[in-house]
Each structure stands twice: as structure tokens, then as C-alpha cells.
């Protein structure tokens, strides 16, 4: 399967949509050093989550330092021609911890777990066997 995806002009970042609950559309920025996805608290708070819901606490490493993050069991989570069930995410309040950005979280390589990638800069083309 192969699936272009855009870059963010100024930056270069890799940006992909997202569909949670085969209906809502996030844009994340595809981050392979982040081992796991992160999305912000208040996207997920408008997708219809309850933050009190969530199934435990982990800490994790930021360039900013050490975090704790709540983490959340999705129904669905689907990006690139990939649907994860059950998917689990962090979650935290991106403003809060100084994170100011156009984008609803990092889809880390979490995501991509059980999959052969390729990321073809060039053409912008990712392609996952």
C-alpha cells in the first residue's frame, strides 16, 4: 500500500490525517522518533472523549523533560490504509505544557508496529507492507 502525504511548507514535517471512530479527522504529524502517539487532551475531549476516562497514567520524555501523560483506549484509530482497534494513545494539554501548534498531536511509531515502512521523501510517499 502506498499513500502520499503532504509536508508541512515551512518545516518539512510530515503531516497525515487521522480518522478516530471511523468519523473524525485529525491532522498529526507522522514523528518517527516518538515511540508513542500523542494527541492533545482537548482534540480528544472534541472527538467526544471524556478525559476522566482514561485507563491509567505513564510518564514520558520530552525535550522538555520528564511528563506525566494520561492514556486512553481509542474504538478505532485509522491513518495511511492502516486501522488499528483498541489503539492506545497518550494524552496531555498541548497549551499547558507550552506546546503551541496547528496540529492535533504525533503519530509515533507505535502506530507502524507489525509493519515493513518506507519513507520516500522525494515523492512523499510512505509505503507499508
Known sequence: MTYGFKREPESGLILVNVEVDGRYELKMIL???????????NALYLLGYDLKDNIGTVEIETANGIIETEVFELGTFAALGLVK?????????????????DYNG???????EGTNFCIDTR???ITLS
Do not use: E
Not at 518517527?32 to 487532551?41: E, F, M, Q, V, Y
Not at 489503539?87 to 503551541?100: L, N, P, R, S
Not at 504525533?106 to 507502524?112: A, N, S, V
Open 31 to 41: 514523528d518517527t522518533g516518538a515511540s508513542n502517539t500523542t494527541i492533545d487532551s
Open 106 to 112: 504525533l503519530l509515533g511509531l507505535d502506530f507502524m
Open 123 to 125: 515523492k512523499n510517499l
Open 85 to 101: 482497534v483498541g489503539f492506545q494513545i497518550q494524552v496531555y494539554d498541548f497549551v499547558a505544557h507550552g506546546v503551541f501548534s
